[in-house]
C-alpha cells in the first residue's frame, strides 16, 4: 500500500495595487501536488473577480434572481473583469479556457498528465479590474478605500478524484481548499492595510509601500485598504483580536472585558484551541449578521453595547473557525455548519445572558413598556427566536428540505430559516437522547466529515434511523405537528392522548403550566403516542407537549391544552396590533384604521381580526368604520381559511366569504357578497418565481337606486379566473382568462403582460388585452367592456371616486380592460374590444407609452383608437402619472384643459406596498 501524504497547495503572490487605475496587478505562482492515485490532466481554477465582468454570469443571475438590479444596471466601468496575460508552467504557454457558463472558472490543460505524488508550478500573470463594492460588498468601498475577498485565482475544490469548479454566488463561502501563502502587497504609501492573516512591513518601493503576508492551511483571505480605516487591538492572553466595530459610548475597556468574556468561552468550548490572531471587520459582519441583533432599528438602540459587541464578535468567529477549521462542504454542508454556529451562540446566551428578551431594552423605557407589556413579543427571548424564524416560513409554505444545499436556499431561508431548523433539531435531540451536541462537533472536527458521510453519521449518532419515518421527513417538506386529544379531566386526573400529525414516531414530553410558569415536566417514550395517558393534574392551568425544547412545528398553539374549567377552551385576549401567537390565549387584534374615499370622506374605525405576524390557516377580519361625510357605519369582513399542501405543486388551497359597504355615488351605498375558491401552484424550485393560480367565485352586489339612471341596481355573478406569473427583476410576464357569467351577459377576456429591463436602464412593456361577449341581455353599458377607465362592476379596484366623470377624482388611472389612458366619446363595447399597450423608458422614471384598440359594438361598425404621451414611473403599479401628447382626437397640448387630461395611479394600501419591500427574501 503507498500512502500518498495530503500537501496543500501553496500560492506565491506578488501584488501590485493601482488605486487610479483601480486595478490590481498580479503575479502569482501556484505549486500543486497531485495527492491522488490517478494522474491529473487538467487544472481548475477559480477565477471569481472575473464574475463581474458581465451580466450573464451564474454571479449576475444571482443577484437579479433576489431584485438587485444595480449590477446589471452598472456601467462597465463599474463592474470588475480578469485579464490573463499567460499562465505557463516554466517557459511553456499553456492552453487554457473558460466554461461558457462559468466565466469565473478557468480550466488549464497540462502539457503533461500530473503523476501520483508529482508536484507542478503554474505561473500565471493578470490584471484584476476592482468591482464596485456596492455589488456584494466587495471592491471599491469608497475613494482610497477598498475589502478584497476572492480576487486572486484559486485551484478549485477536488473530491473524489475530480475538480468541482463553482461558480462566485456571492454566498459567504469559500470554494477552495485550504493552502499555504505567501504575499506580497504592494500599495501607494498613504494606505493602509489589515487582513486575517499576519503581516509584517518589509519595506518601500517608488511610491509604494510593501507588506509581506504569510499563513498556512488557510481558506480564507480578507484584505482591507484604505486612508482612513482603522482597527483597535485588544489583548485576551496570548490572543490578538483586532476588529473596526464601533460602538458609541462604549469606551475601549469596556470592549476589552467583553472580547475576554468571548475569548473565555471559545476556548473553554474548543479543546486545543490555538488561534493568536482574530480578525473581524465590520465590512465582513454586515454581510451576515446575526439576524436577531437587526430585528429592531438600531437607531433605537434596542441592546447594551457589550451584549451588541459580544455576539457580534463570536458570530463573527464562529462563521470563521467553522470554515477554516473543518472539512464542510460550503454549500452541501451549510446545513449542518449553521446549525453549529447557531447552537454555540445560544450556549454563549444561556450562560451569559440567561432568558435575555428580545426587547429588553425598550421595556426599560416607561412609556414604551406602558404599551407593550401584555404582548407575547414583548417576552421573547433570543433562545425562542429560531423556533418563531423558522415557523414564520411554514405558514408561508416555503421551507426547505433541511440538507439542501446553499446556493438552492432562497434568501430567508439561507440567512435564517435553515439555520433556525438544524438548531432546534440539534437542541431537541440532546435534550431527547442526551447526546451531547459538542461531542458531535469534535467528531466532525476531528474525522473530517462532509457530504453523505455527514449526514449519515448526523442520523446515526442521534438515532434518527430508528425514528419511524423521520429520517425521510427530514429530506423532505413534511412538518410536524403534535396535538393533544381525546382530554378528559376528572378531580385531580388528566386522561388524553398525545398524536403526530404525519405519524412519526418523536420522543416527547409533558410539561404543566400554571400562572404562565412551568412547574413539571415528564418524557415520554415514541411508543406512548397514540396512547391513552393518565397523569395528575397538579392544579396546573395548561398542560404542554415540548415545552423547554420544541420540535420544528407547523402549529405549536395545538401543543397547549387549557385544563382549568371544563369546557377546556382557551381564554380569549384583546391586544393592540398585530402580535405573535400566544398558545395560552385564543387572540384578537384591534387597531385604528383610516380610509379614504371621495364619498365616506375620511372613514375611521378598527379593525378586529385574529392574524398574527405568523400567517395561519384560518383569518377573520371586520372592520367597522364611521364615515365622516355620510355619518353612517361602513365597513367590511372578509374570512378564509387556506389548506396547506407542503408536498405537492398545489402549494394552497384558499376558500374565502366576506362582504362589505360603502358608498359609490353621493349618498348611495353598495352592499357585496362575495365567496371564492382558488389553488395555487408554483415549480418545485422556490427560488424561481413561477407562479398559477385558479379561481372560482361568486359575487352578489346591491346597489341603492340611482333615480338619474336605468341601470339594474343588483346583481350576481360567477365567473372562473386562471392566472401565470414569472415576475422577475428584469422579466415580467403574466396571463390573466377571465370568464364572467351572470343574467345579464356572459363575458370572456384574456389579458397578458410582458416587461422587460434593458441593460441602458430603460424598460420596454407591452400588454394585451382582448375581451368578447357570449351574451348580452341588457340595453346598459354598465357591464361593457372599456376601452380605458372601467365601470368596475365587480368592485375590486381601489378607486378613490368611481362615479366620478369628470374631475380630479376622474382621473385616477387603473390598467385595466383597454388600458387607455385618454377618453372617447364612443369607449364601450357591446361585442368585442382589443387593445395594445405599450411603453418605453426614456431616462431613469421616464417613458413614452403608446396605446390601439379597436372596439366593435352590435349593429355598428368598429373603430379604431390611438393614444401617444409621456409616463412618469415614479414607482411602477403604485405611483405613476400620464401626460397625453397626441391621440384619436388630436393633439392634447390645450393650456386651457390640459391639467384635466392628465392620469394618475396612486395606491394608499399598506399590504399592497409592502410587496415591494418583501420580494426580495421570499
Known sequence: MVLHAQVPPTYYIDVELDNEAESLVVNQTIRFQNNETKSIKTLNLLDWANAYSSTDSPLAKRLVEEYTRSFYLSSKSKRGSTTIEYINEGETTLKWNRP???????????????MPNESIDINIKYVVKIPDGKFTG????????????????????????AWEPLSFLDLEESQSQAANFDIIWNIPNNLKIYSNIVSTKIGHRDNLTLYKFSALNQKILNFHIGEFINYNEYKSGDVLFSTNLELDDYPKDSSTESIVKVHSFITNKFDGFTEKYIYISKEKNNKRPYYALTLIPSIIKPFESSFELEITILYAFLQQYFTEYFNFHPRKDFWLKSGFYNFLILQYLEEYYPNKKLLEVLESKALINFFTQHY????????????QFYEFMLRRNLQQPLFTSKEKLIRFNEQIATPSLSLMWLRYFEEQKNNSVFNFINQTQENKWTGETLVNQFIDFFGISKIDGFEQNLKSRNSLDFSFSKVKVKDDKLTFEVKEKNNISLPFSIGWVRDDSLIKVSKFDAEMLNKS????????????????????EFNPRNNYKHIKNSTLIKPFRLTLIKDIENPFYNQLFYNPRVKFNAYDGISFGVRLNNKTIKSRPLKITAQPLYSSIQNKIIGSFFGTYTMYNENSPFYFSNFSLGGSSFHYDNDLSYTLMNASATIFKRTPDLRLNKNQALRVFWQYVKREQNDLTADKPNYNIAGISYVYANKSALRHITFNSLSEFSKEFGKLSLTTEYRYLLQSGRQLSLRLFAGKFLYKNTSSNYFDLSLTRPTDYLFQYDFLGRSETTGFYSQQFVMAEGGFKSSFDQQYSNNYLFSLNTSMGIWRWIETYGDIGYVKNNRAKGRTYFDLGFRLNLLPDFLELYFPIYNSNGLQLDEYSYKQKVRFVLTLDPKTLSQLFSRKWF
Request: without cysteine; glycine residues 2%.
Open 533 to 552: 395517558l393518565t397523569i395528575q393534574s397538579y392544579e396546573a392551568d395548561y398542560i404542554s407537549i415540548n415545552p423547554q425544547i420544541r420540535t420544528p
Open 138 to 161: 466587495y471592491g471599491i468601498l469608497d475613494d482610497n478605500s477598498f475589502f478584497f475577498e476572492h480576487f486572486f485565482i484559486r485551484l478549485a475544490l477536488r473530491n473524489n478524484n
Open 100 to 114: 461558457k457558463d462559468q466565466i469565473d472558472v478557468i480550466i488549464v490543460s497540462l502539457e503533461n498528465p500530473l
Open 376 to 387: 407575547t413579543l414583548s417576552k421573547l427571548t433570543f433562545e425562542k427566536t429560531a423556533d
